[in-house]
């Protein structure tokens, strides 16, 4: 077990293994439109988080599914990351777990079962941290290992948060430091030190539950959480939305202080430069601005910072949640803006 290399039976680990954002685009255009009742609050629309449907006067359903193939060898540490990172999408509604079902994939000629088993000991620590069950799930036999979660929650229709309901005027506030995606680079070309692997599991398996708090937050309009497209390509859905642009400060983003180097040296995903190819159109990049700061803020995060957009006088007490929660590094990175006459929602990028 100890020898086994799970990223080595993986093309793409984490998030960086989901669909180039403009494929998907393409793809989900074509996707046929089913029915929409009034109870469902959030569908398809402007690709939320999660799915939300109304219940009664009190209640709404959150309902999000998110699984991977494998972004560290650690059958253990698999297992935190994906099921973090897939009940993100429920906190980044405003929602609060209540049940889990697991999502599993396995070469099962090529797994042993202990280590199939690591992988769901990992996911069920993190739904007992979270104070969930994993009440079920399903299994197949496949070539690639892939687990996850389909996550189910609560919350109060008044205090959805979704991703279009950011305001002109709003300040952007993010939980956690970019990188990720460069980590596990480095993690597969057998760079990564302990101490960057320690870093990159500590920020993996934080869970986002101050999300439940932020919502509750007067002057908290909208959220959302970064993770495959990187934080360039889920700022582009709260602008495209919300019908806003937003320009942020290159300088103020918290940035994880291991991956920096490996950026530099060019050490990033494919996903890096795929997410930037399809949306790079839509992004005003500076001139003196560097190319490894560019392969940062496209940057597949998996298990990644809630991204929150806030009045100006609600920034202090969303950072004050962030910092209470353990988030640290949380960072005010710029604001939200009418889009210019004759121009289309997009973001700008400052140095």
């Not at 402007?46 to 999000?64: E, F, H, I, K, M």
């Not at 986002?208 to 700022?235: P, Q, S």
């Not at 995060?301 to 957009?309: E, I, P």
């Not at 202090?316 to 929660?325: G, K, N, S, Y």
């Amino acid at each position: 077990m100890e020898q086994l290399a799970l990223t080595r039976f993986s093309h793409g680990g984490g998030c960086g293994c989901k669909i180039a954002p403009g494929l998907l685009a393409e793809i989900l255009a074509r996707a046929p439109q089913g029915l929409v009742p009034p109870e469902l609050l959030v569908g398809t629309e402007t690709s939320d988080d999660a799915a939300v449907y109304r219940l009664n006067d009190t209640q709404a359903l959150v309902a999000t599914t998110d699984f991977f193939t494998p972004i560290v060898d650690d059958p253990f540490d698999f297992g935190r990351i994906a099921a973090t990172n897939a009940l993100s999408d429920i906190y980044a509604m405003g929602g609060t777990p209540i049940m889990a079902l697991a999502l599993v994939g396995m070469p099962i000629d090529k797994l042993p079962p202990e280590v199939i088993g690591r992988v769901l000991e990992g996911g069920a620590s993190i739904c007992r941290e979270a104070g969930i069950p994993v009440a079920g799930g399903h299994s197949i036999d496949v070539l690639e290992p892939i687990y996850g979660l389909v996550g189910l929650g609560l919350v109060h229709p008044e205090r959805v948060r979704r991703n279009s309901a950011a305001q002109a005027g709003d300040v952007l506030v993010l939980g956690k430091p970019l990188g990720v995606g460069i980590l596990s680079a480095a993690l597969k070309k057998g760079l990564l030190d302990a101490a960057g692997y320690a870093e990159m599991i500590r920020h993996t398996t934080q869970l986002n539950r101050v999300g439940i708090e932020l919502a509750g937050l007067d002057g908290v309009h909208a959220m959302t959480d970064v993770t495959g497209f990187g934080l360039a390509g889920h700022l582009l859905e709260i602008c495209r939305g919300s019908g806003l642009s937003a320009e942020v400060s290159l300088g103020a983003l918290p940035l994880i202080a291991s991956a920096v180097p490996f950026a530099q040296q060019g050490i990033v995903t494919g996903a890096s430069g795929r997410n930037w190819a399809g949306y790079g159109g839509q992004i005003a990049w500076p001139g003196a601005a560097s190319d490894w700061q560019r392969a940062l803020v496209s940057d597949p995060q998996t298990s990644g910072g809630l991204l929150v957009s806030c009045k100006p006088d609600a920034a202090p007490d969303v950072l004050d949640a962030f910092r209470r929660a353990g988030f640290a590094q949380a960072a005010a990175i710029g604001a939200l803006h009418p889009v210019p006459a004759g121009e289309k929602a997009g973001a700008t990028f400052h140095p």
